[in-house]
């Protein structure tokens, strides 16, 4: 007989106790014939079973779950005390109209001369054309969105082509871009955008509906019972701002991997290395905005999938707080940890997109009860004393478990530039039961995932999944409802925690991941891969935020010796999105590295 394990209430854990225990995942890493062959086994009844109980007790499934007694009752979806104002901030109605939205959170960002950036050096350092540009060049008439769209046309077509298939876009409708670009040149003609956004090109990922493209989750399948209908809500925020949308952007199947691996499409490659893996499960929506191909792209993210591969390409990615943006219109609606999130290649951009996507449900309006959105004011007085007041929290021996000290390096020096630049101070915290909030986290997003595709699996469509999804979804199998159950307590004595730290900092920062891009192994092409350690290392500082709801932003600050980026990861209180954004802002102007040009780049601006 085992020993059951009893868990002090969580205000009374002693955390000059806690100890840090590195993350040591024991699964095998396998592709190819090997992956057929594990995979057959875990899907026979019985024996599956065995497979999965023997994995979940080399990584303590059972101990820190089933025979673990948690004191605080269930948690099932995040709950937020009441928060105080944040400063030096505009607050955004939700029933705005999305395009009033962008021009006030356009007023609010620092001043920018475009015209000098359009004329200025050439052999300056590389930066992305910023939405402010594009505007720019449009109203100036020096290029129209029809002009553009031929450019990213001809590049994607360019992509097609690929041999083997690395598509950014897995739904694409040359006619269709035409279409939206046409309109939005003959607005500029006539002087009236629509905001801003008007003829800025943006890519939807796969899970997020964008009429009349299908949306198929990146499954070979999905869109054979999945009929859509209309826009997701956050697109149709887009589209009314006048945003061409150029198709669905390529992903995780299902989301369910952090790599990017797609074994129905051909798998999106890092354009900073081919040969390497953009992170996931928001590959394409990355990769595309990455590339120059995008200014902006929609992910979701309910375990890293919008920040892993910002960080990966070296972009910025915003997860905001649980509810903040309805996600009616997506297939992960219905899930207590994932949230839609905009990718762009700036602070400034993400601001922008963010500000026309926001605007929670009306039924969580009523349960999550949100704070008014806000958005930095980086215009007034204030913007720059509320950085030098901002109290960071560091866990330091957590900050440093990275597969690359090049990792922890370059986001320790971000820390000691905003000290020394703006005089933010980082405060030592310590964060308890980091293992059970992995487990807690993978309990809820594969119970909620199981839920939402049993009806189709029953239906014999679990057969065409890919062989990493299929090994994802036994596991998922395994899980009890005392299990979800004992997460959900879980949930609830994390966020005690977390809700006591912000008490006594403003922001948790991390690494994003706690690896650069991985090499695609040649093999996993074909078939998929399965490789928890790998899963591990990207997963490391993300789940925080999904599973406790919290914002949070990725931001580039550097390359690591091979030349691949690495990003920081703010965490904000619950609603705090303008703090993190604008912490993050001061990080990309003061502290960040001078930007590289990715490998894999195209300027469909000036066709340069």
């Not at 040969?275 to 995008?294: H, K, M, Q």
Request: charge should be neutral.
């Amino acid at each position: 007989m085992g020993n059951k394990r009893v868990m002090l209430p969580a205000s009374e854990v002693d955390l000059t106790a806690v100890k840090y225990i590195p993350e040591n995942i024991q699964a095998p890493h396998l592709t190819g014939f090997w992956f057929k062959f594990f995979l057959n086994l875990a899907e026979v009844p019985g024996i599956g079973s065995l497979i999965m109980n023997h994995l979940k007790n080399d990584n303590k499934f059972d101990e820190k779950l089933k025979y673990t007694v948690i004191p605080e009752c269930p948690m099932f979806k995040p709950e937020f005390p009441p928060q105080e104002p944040e400063p030096a901030v505009v607050s955004i109605e939700e029933d705005a109209k999305p395009e009033d939205r962008v021009e006030l959170a356009l007023k609010c960002l620092p001043e920018y001369d475009p015209a000098s950036n359009w004329s200025g050096d050439t052999t300056a350092s590389f930066r992305y054309w910023k939405i402010r540009d594009y505007a720019y060049a449009y109203r100036s008439k020096f290029t129209t969105p029809s002009m553009v769209a031929e450019r990213f046309i001809s590049a994607i077509e360019e992509f097609s082509n690929k041999n083997p298939a690395a598509p950014l876009l897995i739904s694409f409708d040359p006619d269709e871009v035409r279409k939206q670009a046409a309109a939005s040149t003959q607005r500029f003609e006539q002087g009236n955008p629509l905001s801003i956004l008007d003829g800025i090109f943006m890519a939807i990922k796969d899970d997020i509906d964008c009429y009349s493209h299908p949306s198929k989750g990146a499954t070979a399948w999905m869109h054979e019972v999945r009929e859509v209908k209309k826009d997701a809500v956050s697109v149709s925020r887009l589209r009314s701002c006048g945003a061409i949308l150029v198709g669905k952007a390529n992903m995780h199947e299902l989301g369910l991997g952090t790599t990017g691996n797609n074994a129905n499409y051909g798998t999106t490659r890092n354009p900073h290395d081919p040969d390497r893996y953009t992170g996931g499960s928001s590959s394409g929506p990355a990769a595309i905005v990455a590339s120059g191909l995008c200014s902006a792209a929609l992910g979701t993210d309910g375990g890293g999938s919008v920040r892993i591969p910002s960080s990966l390409c070296g972009v910025v990615g915003l997860k905001s707080t649980y509810g903040r943006t309805d996600m009616t219109g997506s297939l992960c609606d219905d899930g207590t940890v994932a949230i839609i999130g905009p990718i762009a290649t700036t602070v400034e951009d993400t601001i922008l997109v963010y500000a026309a996507i926001l605007g929670s449900s009306p039924a969580d309006r009523i349960s999550l009860r949100p704070s008014l959105p806000c958005v930095p004011n980086f215009s007034s007085q204030e913007s720059l004393q509320s950085v030098e007041s901002l109290r960071l929290g560091k866990y330091t021996e957590w900050f440093n478990d990275v597969f690359s000290t090049d990792i922890s390096d370059k986001c320790g020096n971000v820390l000691s530039r905003l000290l020394q630049k703006h005089g933010c101070k980082t405060v030592e915290i310590v964060i308890p039961e980091l293992h059970e909030m992995r487990l807690a986290h993978v309990v809820s997003i594969g119970s909620e995932a199981l839920c939402a595709l049993n009806p189709d699996c029953y239906d014999g469509k679990g057969e065409r999944l890919t062989y990493d999804t299929r090994t994802n979804l036994a596991l998922f199998r395994s899980f009890t409802a005392a299990d979800y159950v004992a997460a959900q307590r879980l949930r609830r004595r994390l966020m005690y925690f977390h809700m006591e730290i912000f008490k006594r900092v403003d922001i948790i920062v991390t690494p994003t991941t706690g690896m650069t891009a991985p090499i695609i192994p040649p093999g996993a092409l074909k078939v998929g891969e399965t490789n928890l350690q790998v899963t591990g290392n990207l997963m490391r500082f993300i789940i925080t935020a999904n599973l406790l709801g919290l914002p949070a932003v990725t931001v580039p600050v550097g390359y690591d010796k091979q030349g691949l980026p690495i990003g920081i990861q703010l965490i904000g209180r619950p609603w705090c999105e303008a703090s993190i954004l604008r912490l993050a802002a001061a990080i990309e102007e003061t502290c960040a590295e001078p930007k590289k040009k990715p490998l894999q780049y195209y300027d469909i601006l000036k066709g340069n």
